[in-house]
Each structure stands twice: as structure tokens, then as C-alpha cells.
């Protein structure tokens, strides 16, 4: 693996590092015995999900399709369900107490049904008869996806450290540092009562810390990207809970929310609403304050003579641009992973104002709009942090002695008079600008690595 030639910044000084050690230590100390204190114990709480049913690989082997039988008459408007496919599938069962065996199923029909063509590995239900329990009937669920999923896997992991060598090495555990603690802290502290507003400020607290010194190393700039996510994203709780609080919102805004309610009755899903808005702006969040903080080191760096203001309004412009895109990146997201039900909505016949302030559109909107208010406030904040400490660490620093000494300024009364004198020549010589032959005229030109710009 070839080395990582990207350049790191500059060391702070002794009294700068003390100080963003006395900050970010605490901090990091209080997130951890606060996960301590809200780690989920005694196991996952046990949900009424009802019996779980068998599921087997399977390989189709042969498909046979019939032409379906007629079907009573149904009122004009009633919505079609399924395409009517009809016929038996053959499927070798691969792996089971029943592994080898030849099962006949219905072909799959329906919303969602999976389509089946013979060599497919396919996921097999088996279902008892209630009429005669032993008996058995076989229908299969889904396609198989696991060796897919796993080349899409080694194709990303490899583009990732392909790309960013050391750092994308770093960036991949990060991440799965970043689902370690979602799948065994934030969401089992949810599943198990504990407030999911706190788990989620929490959880992603953690997530930040983990995330940003494993990727970006520990240095002064990543803790002042530590410190301005982490204020950023308290603002963003603080903002959540006003605005769904005055908005009235209850958290039933979504399929799946109610049925979760059905199944797991005790999970506060305000709360919930609340904790997918922290956690979602994580990520974002991150990517503006340690862009924010690599812009004011470089800025700091490429010209050391900028006051610390001026390194602020520098690196602002910068965020400016960057909140401009992040914006629209927001919205569409969230727009995509809805796109069903708001295609759903385009057909509702209610007006557009009771449409946009229905329980489910008016979530996704205060979600957006909490979510892109606390990614404006993370600009501004990390800028200053940033243009603080890296000042403070300018003025800190010994003066450089091999600096490059200051151009010269010009007379510009001696530049005006030399550049509108006409060109002369002495008398006893003529003016061989036209008659000189090109080879000696070639021979007197200045040498071809010195630069004809005039000395000023």
C-alpha cells in the first residue's frame, strides 16, 4: 500500500494544546460515563412479533407457469392487485434438516413478489397446514442477497482505500466503529425504555469523538471540528424539541413508527423523532466543521500575515458555499428515502396546505429545516474556534528566520517615466531593430532561462 502524502498540520503550541486538552478531555470523560450510565442491561426487551418462521436457502431448479383461472368480477376502480402469474416453482432445498430435498411452491404473485427464473438461490418459508399439522406448505419469501451484498462490500471498501490509502483505511473503521455503537448502545438503550433524546445526544457524541480523532488523527484542528460538532449538535436538540413541540408533531408520522407502536408499545416515539433528527445531522454535521477547520489551518498556513478576523470572513466565504450545496443535499435526501408516500400524496385530493401540514409531510419538513438551522449555526462556530486557536498558536510560535524577504516596492514615477519614454539608439550607431539577420539577432537575445519581466 503506497504511503499517504497528504500533508498534516502544523503543531500547535504547548499552551494552545493544554487548553484544548482541558476542554475536550472533560468532555469526552462525562460522554463516556454517560453511556456507562445508559447502557442498555439484561438483555433486549422481548417484542410480541409472533412465532418465527422457518427460512431456508434454496436454488430454483425448474418453473412451470399456467395461465391463472378465471377471477369473479370486481367493481370498475377497484385497484389490481399482483400481476396474476400462476404456476409452480421447483426449488431444491440447500442447507436445513431437509437439505437436498425437491419442494413444489406456488409461483410467488403479489405487491413486492420476487420474480424467479430457474438457477435463482431464493429464501424458502415453510408453513405449517392449521387444518393438519403435519403437513407443511412452501412458499418462497425473497431472493438470497448475501453474495451480492458482500461483493458491493469489497468493491467499496476497496475504492475507499484505494482512494484515500490511510486515511480511507481509517474513514472504514470509523464507520464501523459508527455502526458498532448504533447497533449496541443507541438503539438497544432505545429498545430497553431509556429516553431516546438523551441516548441519541449521547450515542452520537460518542459516535463524533470515535469517528473524528480515528479519522483525522488527534490534532489541534480535529478537536476544534470535536468541539464545534458537539456544540452544534446540542443547538440541533434544542431546536428539535421547540419545533416539534410547537408544531404538535407525535412521532406516528410513518408506517413504520405505528408499527413499531404494535409491536413494542412502551417506546416514546416523540422521543424517537427527535433522536432520527440528532442522529441524521451527525453526519453532515461532521463534514462541514472538519472542512471548516482544515479551511482556517490552510488559510493560516498559505498566508501567515492574516489577522485573525480576517482568517474568520476568509474561511466564512468558504462555509457559505459549502452550507449553499449541504442544503439541497438535505432535502433530497430525505425526499428520496420518502419518495414513495410523497408520490402517494401528489394523487391526494385534499388541498396542498392540508397535504403540507399533514403529520407526515410536516415531519420531514421540521426535520430538514432543524437539521440545515443546526448545520448553519456549526459554520460560524467552528470558524471562530478554529481562527482562535489558530492565532493564538501564530502568536505562540518563535518568528521564523529563514522567511523570504519582502519584495521591493516601486517608484511608480520612475515606472510611469519608463515605460512612456520612446526607445532610442545613440547616433553613431543605426537602428538595427529591422535590418539585423534572425541569427543575430537571435545570438543577442537575453539567455532562454532568465526572465525578460522588468525588475521592479
Not at 419442494?103 to 413478489?113: C, F, K, L, N, Q
Request: negative net charge; aromatic residues 4%; glycine residues 8%.
Amino acid at each position: 500500500m503506497a504511503a499517504d502524502h497528504t500533508h498534516s498540520a502544523p503543531s500547535a503550541p504547548p499552551r494552545v494544546r493544554r487548553i484544548l486538552v482541558m476542554t475536550v478531555v472533560p468532555l469526552f470523560v462525562a460522554t463516556v460515563l454517560a453511556a456507562a450510565l445508559l447502557w442498555p442491561r439484561g438483555g433486549s426487551p422481548q417484542t410480541d412479533g409472533g412465532a418465527d418462521v422457518p427460512r431456508y436457502p434454496g436454488t430454483v431448479t425448474r418453473v412451470v407457469s399456467e395461465p391463472c383461472p378465471p377471477t369473479p368480477s370486481v367493481p370498475e376502480g377497484t385497484p389490481r392487485v399482483g400481476d396474476g402469474r400462476c404456476g409452480t416453482v421447483d426449488v431444491r432445498v440447500d442447507d436445513g434438516p431437509t437439505a437436498g430435498k425437491q419442494v413444489r411452491t406456488p409461483v410467488p404473485d403479489g405487491p413486492g413478489a420476487p420474480r424467479v427464473e430457474v438457477g435463482d438461490e431464493v429464501i424458502l418459508v415453510e408453513l405449517a397446514d392449521p387444518t393438519d399439522p403435519t403437513t407443511s406448505n412452501w412458499n418462497i419469501a425473497e431472493h438470497q442477497r448475501g453474495t451480492p451484498m458482500v461483493w458491493l462490500a469489497v468493491v467499496f471498501a476497496a475504492a475507499i482505500v484505494a482512494f484515500g490509502r490511510w486515511r480511507g483505511l481509517a474513514a472504514l473503521a470509523g464507520l464501523a466503529a459508527s455502526f458498532a455503537i448504533l447497533l449496541t448502545f443507541v438503539l438497544p438503550g432505545i429498545g430497553a425504555g431509556r429516553s431516546p433524546l438523551l441516548v441519541a445526544v449521547v450515542g452520537a457524541a460518542l459516535i463524533m469523538f470515535v469517528v473524528l480523532y480515528l479519522t483525522h488523527g488527534v490534532t489541534a484542528q480535529t478537536s476544534v471540528a470535536v468541539l464545534g460538532t458537539l456544540g452544534s449538535l446540542v443547538l440541533t436538540g434544542v431546536l428539535a424539541t421547540i419545533a416539534t413541540a410547537a408544531t404538535h408533531l407525535t412521532g406516528f408520522g410513518s408506517e413504520d413508527a405505528t408499527t413499531l407502536s404494535m409491536f413494542q408499545g412502551d417506546v416514546d416515539l416523540h422521543g424517537l423523532l427527535l433522536a432520527g433528527i440528532i442522529i441524521g445531522s451527525l453526519g453532515v454535521l461532521d463534514d462541514v466543521t472538519v472542512t471548516q477547520a482544515a479551511t482556517v489551518t490552510e488559510l493560516a498556513n498559505a498566508n501567515p500575515g492574516l489577522t485573525r478576523l480576517q482568517l474568520y470572513r476568509a474561511a466564512t466565504r468558504v462555509g457559505r458555499a459549502h452550507i449553499a450545496s449541504t442544503v439541497n443535499t438535505i432535502v433530497l435526501a430525505y425526499a428520496g428515502a420518502s419518495l414513495p408516500l410523497l408520490l402517494l400524496l401528489t394523487a391526494d385530493a385534499r388541498p396542498i396546505g392540508q397535504i403540507l401540514t399533514s403529520e407526515f409531510l410536516a415531519q420531514e419538513i421540521v426535520r430538514s429545516a432543524v437539521a440545515t438551522l443546526g448545520l448553519i449555526a456549526a459554520v460560524p462556530l467552528t470558524t471562530g474556534l478554529a481562527a482562535v486557536v489558530t492565532a493564538a498558536g501564530r502568536s505562540d510560535a518563535p518568528p521564523s528566520t529563514d522567511a523570504p524577504s519582502p519584495r521591493p516596492q516601486p517608484d511608480r514615477t520612475e515606472a510611469l517615466a519608463a515605460l512612456s519614454s520612446p526607445r532610442t539608439t545613440g547616433s553613431d550607431e543605426p537602428d538595427r531593430t529591422r535590418t539585423t539577420p534572425p541569427s543575430e539577432a537571435t545570438d543577442r537575445w537575453p539567455e532562454s532561462n532568465r526572465s525578460t519581466d522588468t525588475a521592479w
